[in-house]
């Protein structure tokens, strides 16, 4: 990489996610041009080239290492100092020292207290570490944080102010910190952007707004959170200094802000400063506020059940109680478990145990360690109320389904749900309105569901007379493929037409979204609590009331619904939003480790009980408590260090993105598929069409991230493998068998690769260099293959590149599962379908061929009696009591799959019998009028 400036690379719309690798990249430079010269070079001409390269380095670090505690910036002006000495063995010295410590992370352990207490007056003065220093820092446990003072210091109050904060720290800290200073506005929002180990932040007295360079990397985050730079900084110092709060909570809300002030501490306490943690008058005393800083990080560092879990671990128990392995009873004497014993250690075994007592809690009814951890979960993640679920999310799902709905009330879902949803519709005994999702037809998958597809049908329902019926909309947020709705813009919307729906956000891919700040805009629970004081405002108010004199004026309202966006009379919309994560699947957590996060304004009142028995009925009475300890434990990681994981892991993948588009081998069979084909033109228009592309280098999320209906998450990168010849099942058995690389979705000519935040920069090179491998095996082969050989890959290619079935549609529930047929809305009961699919003698099979698709084309009714989900693309084509088409037909023909779900190749698609439809039918038929009454 080149080592143009911070301000030089905004300009050209250089993401901030990738400033980190550009620090680091720089910092190499600097180290690889200094050993250069250190060694020396013969021609005085290449020594001048090699000195301004090595200026340039520092120059294009210089903006940066102000807002990083290390190595400092009095350490980097020794650094400069060394340049313009031409000091080249100093500085290639002393640079290859702090790079290792930068790259390392080892900064974090050395602590600058203690050197200083050994006499080092600053960190170059240490030309050889000794043997005590190196033994301190395998020592050095605790961990690292920064404090962020924004004050218009100059440069010797500034080193007045750090060394009042180190005087008042002990080596008995639980954490050690250290502290930077910005000068101004700017400058503080770019500081807890570039810096993740920023935890704290002290706003003091008045400071400048603006610094030119700043200013242009972060003015784009002013606008995606809807802050007005300009009135922001015509703004009075003290009320700069409030609305700087307001921003660093919107960009990073796990911050502790506190604020120090020269105006009277009752003029700004209270709701002004509600961002704050606590407000400081003037130059309180200094050991105030180190305690104040290190109480705030010890609060999101607690673990109330790991820790409980722990400590129980060690106590001699006597168990009389279920679970003989409880502290690893039942194999410590066994001679025939000893493998299993040293393969998991004895502190697993000693954890385990049922016990809920001696400072333990129970899942279903906590009171204790338990209930404080699902407090601070919900404080991490922006939740009124977080429950935690050992069995995964499909149970999460299910919970908060039976909780919301009862039989006969309609649901609103995508089609290509995954398979919880309609189970948990089935246990409700609910009536599902299957939604159309967009389909990417040439890639084997379905996007996302658009916003006019869900106003059509709650359209339809109103004009059927069952809008009241309709309780809940469904949504996957994100898609596995990474395709993002905008949450707030759906449930304004929909709200719009049904003010009391309901809506649960299935983001079991998503948990991080919370922790990067331009994902965190489309998450379930920011976008509920942002709705929720939009629509408290007077300036919505006011502007709701405009609109809707002009909606009134439409000739024909459904038509206008339809066309424009509409906006939610504050009045009447109640905010009610639950969320359902994974977090075992894109956080720490072990296997099955879920969470269901809540807001919703009528929870207490109305859902409570309903919710408390659902839980019940879906818990196990015997939780895994490594489980949820490990949720526990994930929480705090998040809350103290997720913004830095999430944005690392989007930058490895902006950079296997880099990789593959602008590598002509990689690029000739493989294609990263960006925005520009998953999501069409008309749901996108900022017009992104990639994050990459070799033309126009790297291109800003948030633009995108701000006016999209549909986004693409950064961190799922698709790859259209279709020129290599191989589909993508056999792609991913390639990936696994031959080079032990794991994936999990792929499509008929697409593979998915996750960068979640497990993922390392060794991990994307050795997935480049796999990918580099086979591409050079295909061009190997296609070079010595036959004419014969080259034609039969030819026609592989077409039929996986050119000749791609069709996705269907969902059809139509029979009218034998449809309570009123005449109504023309197209709700159906899947749970009687599910049921009477029980009864052998109303089903038989009819084999999946040709014949069966030409007979249906003739019009033959043909009705699926279960569900068929074919693996890819890993969704139910077809649910019980649905109408097989010829579409659907032609569609799992054109498959060539191994895996289909509720598919016996031996017999064939399982369906109702001609009879057991008409006996249905009749049934329902003589029920109508009952069931009318009763709804």
């Known amino acids: 990489m080149g080592v143009a400036s911070l301000a030089d690379r905004a300009a050209h719309d250089e993401p901030l996610y990738n400033v980190w690798q550009t620090r680091n990249d720089n910092w190499n430079r600097l180290r690889d041009i200094a050993r250069r010269l250190q060694r020396g070079v013969e021609s005085p001409a290449e020594a001048t080239r090699l000195a301004a390269q090595c200026g340039e380095a520092l120059d294009a670090l210089a903006p940066l290492e102000k807002y990083f505690a290390f190595p400092g910036w009095r350490a980097f002006e020794r650094l400069k100092a060394f340049h313009e000495e031409q000091n080249w063995a100093v500085l290639a010295r002393q640079t290859i020292r702090l790079i290792r410590f930068i790259t390392t992370g080892g900064f974090r352990r050395l602590d600058l207290l203690d050197l200083k207490l050994r006499g080092y007056a600053d960190l170059l003065d240490l030309d050889e570490f000794s043997e005590a220093v190196y033994r301190k820092l395998g020592e050095e446990k605790r961990p690292y944080f920064v404090t962020l003072v924004v004050d218009d210091l100059n440069t010797a109050q500034e080193v007045e102010l750090q060394g009042q904060f180190r005087r008042h720290r002990r080596m008995d800290d639980e954490f050690i910190y250290e502290t930077i200073v910005?000068?101004?506005?700017?400058?503080?929002?770019?500081?807890?952007?570039?810096?993740?180990?920023?935890?704290?932040?002290?706003?003091?007295?008045?400071?400048?707004?603006?610094?030119?360079?700043?200013?242009?990397?972060?003015?784009?985050?002013?606008?995606?959170?809807?802050?007005?730079?300009?009135?922001?900084?015509?703004?009075?110092?003290?009320?700069?200094?409030?609305?700087?709060?307001?921003?660093?909570?919107?960009?990073?809300?796990?911050?502790?802000?506190?604020?120090?002030?020269?105006?009277?501490?009752?003029?700004?306490?209270?709701?002004?400063?509600?961002?704050?943690?606590?407000?400081?008058?003037?130059?309180?005393?200094?050991?105030?506020?180190?305690?104040?800083?290190?109480?705030?990080?010890?609060?999101?560092?607690e673990t109330p059940f790991f820790s409980a879990l722990r400590k129980y671990s060690l106590k001699p128990t006597g168990v009389f109680h279920a679970l003989p392995i409880s502290r690893g009873k039942s194999i410590a004497r066994s001679v025939w478990m000893r493998d299993f014993a040293d393969f998991y250690g004895p502190r697993v075994l000693q954890a385990e145990t049922s016990a809920t007592t001696g400072g333990l809690d129970s899942l279903l009814a906590p009171v204790g360690p338990i209930k404080q951890a699902q407090t601070a979960a919900a404080r991490a993640f922006g939740a009124r109320r977080t429950y935690f679920v050992t069995n995964g999310t499909s149970t999460a799902n299910k919970i908060v389904m039976q909780a919301l709905m009862q039989p006969g009330d309609i649901i609103l879902l995508s089609h290509d749900c995954h398979k919880s949803h309609p189970y948990a519709v089935i246990l409700a005994g609910a009536l599902p309105v299957y939604l159309g999702a967009y389909p990417l037809s040439q890639y084997s998958m379905y996007g996302a569901v658009?916003?006019?597809?869900?106003?059509?049908?709650?359209?339809?329902?109103?004009?059927?007379?069952?809008?009241?019926?309709?309780?809940?909309?469904?949504?996957?947020?994100?898609?596995?493929?990474?395709?993002?709705?905008?949450?707030?813009?759906?449930?304004?919307?929909?709200?719009?037409?049904?003010?009391?729906?309901?809506?649960?956000?299935?983001?079991?891919?998503?948990?991080?979204?919370?922790f990067a700040p331009a994902l965190r805009l489309r998450t379930a629970m920011d976008s509920a609590r942002r709705l929720q004081q939009r629509l408290a405002s007077p300036e919505y108010r006011a502007e709701y009331e405009a609109w809707r004199k002009g909606f009134d004026e439409a000739e024909d309202a459904d038509a206008a619904a339809l066309e424009q966006r509409l906006m939610?009379?504050?009045?009447?919309?109640?905010?009610?939003?639950?969320?359902?994560?994974?977090?075992?699947?894109?956080?720490?957590?072990?296997?099955?480790?879920?969470?269901?996060?809540?807001?919703?304004?009528?929870?207490?009142?109305?859902?409570?009980?309903?919710?408390?028995?659902?839980?019940?009925?879906?818990?196990?009475?015997?939780?895994?408590?490594?489980?949820?300890?490990?949720?526990?434990?994930?929480?705090?990681?998040?809350?103290?260090?997720?913004?830095?994981?999430?944005?690392?892991?989007?930058?490895?993948?902006?950079?296997?993105?880099?990789?593959?588009?602008?590598?002509?081998?990689?690029?000739?069979?493989?294609?990263?598929?960006?925005?520009?084909?998953?999501?069409?033109?008309?749901?996108?228009?900022?017009?992104?069409?990639?994050?990459?592309?070799?033309?126009?280098?790297?291109?800003?999320?948030?633009?995108?991230?701000?006016?999209?209906?549909?986004?693409?998450?950064?961190?799922?990168?698709?790859?259209?493998?279709?020129?290599?010849?191989?589909?993508?099942?056999?792609?991913?058995?390639?990936?696994?068998?031959?080079?032990?690389?794991?994936?999990?979705?792929?499509?008929?000519?697409?593979?998915?690769?996750?960068?979640?935040?497990?993922?390392?920069?060794?991990?994307?090179?050795?997935?480049?260099?796999?990918?580099?491998?086979?591409?050079?095996?295909?061009?190997?082969?296609?070079?010595?293959?036959?004419?014969?050989?080259?034609?039969?890959?030819?026609?592989?290619?077409?039929?996986?590149?050119?000749?791609?079935?069709?996705?269907?549609?969902?059809?139509?529930?029979?009218?034998?599962?449809?309570?009123?047929?005449?109504?023309?809305?197209?709700?159906?009961?899947?749970?009687?379908?599910?049921?009477?699919?029980?009864?052998?003698?109303?089903?038989?099979?009819?084999?999946?061929?040709?014949?069966?698709?030409?007979?249906?084309?003739?019009?033959?009714?043909?009705?699926?009696?279960?569900?068929?989900?074919?693996?890819?693309?890993?969704?139910?084509?077809?649910?019980?009591?649905?109408?097989?088409?010829?579409?659907?037909?032609?569609?799992?023909?054109?498959?060539?799959?191994?895996?289909?779900?509720?598919?016996?190749?031996?017999?064939?698609?399982?369906?109702?019998?001609?009879?057991?439809?008409?006996?249905?039918?009749?049934?329902?038929?003589?029920?109508?009028?009952?069931?009318?009454?009763?709804?």
């Not at 704290?200 to 995606?224: K, N």
């Not at 730079?229 to 307001?246: C, F, K, Q, S, Y």
């Not at 002004?272 to 606590?278: E, L, N, P, T, V």
């Open 450 to 514: 658009p916003i006019r597809e869900i106003k059509r049908q709650l359209l339809g329902l109103k004009a059927a007379g069952k809008l009241h019926r309709v309780k809940l909309l469904l949504l996957t947020n994100i898609t596995f493929d990474g395709l993002t709705y905008d949450p707030m813009r759906v449930m304004e919307e929909v709200l719009a037409i049904k003010p009391d729906m309901v809506f649960l956000w299935d983001e079991a891919w998503f948990a991080y979204g919370r």
């Open 568 to 935: 939610p009379d504050p009045e009447a919309a109640r905010v009610r939003v639950y969320a359902t994560q994974s977090t075992h699947k894109t956080l720490t957590s072990l296997r099955q480790g879920s969470m269901i996060h809540i807001a919703d304004q009528e929870f207490e009142h109305k859902v409570r009980t309903a919710f408390d028995e659902a839980y019940l009925t879906h818990t196990s009475t015997s939780p895994n408590y490594q489980i949820l300890a490990s949720l526990d434990a994930g929480r705090r990681q998040v809350e103290l260090e997720g913004y830095e994981m999430v944005r690392r892991s989007i930058q490895l993948a902006m950079t296997l993105r880099e990789r593959i588009r602008s590598d002509a081998s990689l690029s000739r069979y493989f294609r990263v598929l960006g925005p520009g084909e998953m999501v069409p033109k008309e749901f996108r228009p900022s017009g992104l069409e990639a994050y990459y592309d070799a033309e126009r280098g790297w291109r800003s999320l948030e633009p995108a991230w701000g006016q999209d209906e549909v986004v693409l998450d950064p961190t799922r990168v698709t790859l259209d493998v279709g020129r290599t010849g191989l589909d993508g099942d056999q792609f991913k058995q390639l990936l696994m068998n031959s080079y032990d690389i794991q994936i999990n979705k792929t499509s008929r000519n697409t593979v998915l690769f996750m960068l979640h935040i497990g993922m390392s920069r060794g991990a994307v090179a050795q997935l480049v260099m796999v990918l580099t491998k086979i591409a050079e095996r295909i061009d190997d082969r296609l070079n010595h293959a036959s004419s014969a050989e080259l034609q039969l890959h030819e026609a592989r290619v077409r039929a996986l590149v050119e000749e791609l079935p069709p996705l269907p549609d969902f059809s139509r529930f029979h009218d034998a599962f449809v309570e009123d047929p005449e109504s023309g809305t197209p709700e159906g009961d899947m749970r009687a379908a599910f049921y009477l699919a029980y009864d052998d003698d109303a089903c038989g099979f009819v084999p999946l061929d040709q014949n069966l698709s030409d007979a249906v084309a003739q019009g033959q009714v043909v009705v699926s009696a279960r569900f068929v989900t074919p693996y890819p693309p890993g969704f139910p084509v077809l649910v019980p009591g649905q109408v097989v088409t010829a579409e659907i037909l032609d569609y799992l023909l054109a498959l060539d799959v191994k895996e289909i779900h509720g598919y016996e190749p031996d017999y064939g698609l399982r369906i109702f019998t001609d009879a057991a439809l008409e006996a249905q039918l009749a049934a329902r038929q003589a029920g109508a009028a009952t069931l009318k009454d009763k709804h």
């Open 182 to 301: 910005v000068r101004s506005f700017d400058e503080a929002v770019m500081a807890v952007l570039v810096n993740p180990a920023i935890q704290t932040v002290m706003a003091r007295y008045s400071f400048p707004f603006a610094d030119a360079s700043a200013a242009r990397a972060v003015s784009g985050l002013y606008t995606l959170f809807g802050f007005d730079r300009e009135v922001l900084a015509a703004m009075m110092p003290g009320d700069r200094t409030l609305a700087l709060g307001r921003v660093l909570r919107a960009l990073r809300p796990e911050l502790d802000l506190f604020m120090i002030s020269d105006a009277p501490v009752e003029d700004v306490a209270g709701a002004k400063s509600r961002q704050f943690r606590r407000v400081f008058y003037h130059a309180e005393d200094y050991q105030d506020l180190h305690l104040s800083i290190l109480k705030g990080v010890h609060e999101r560092h």
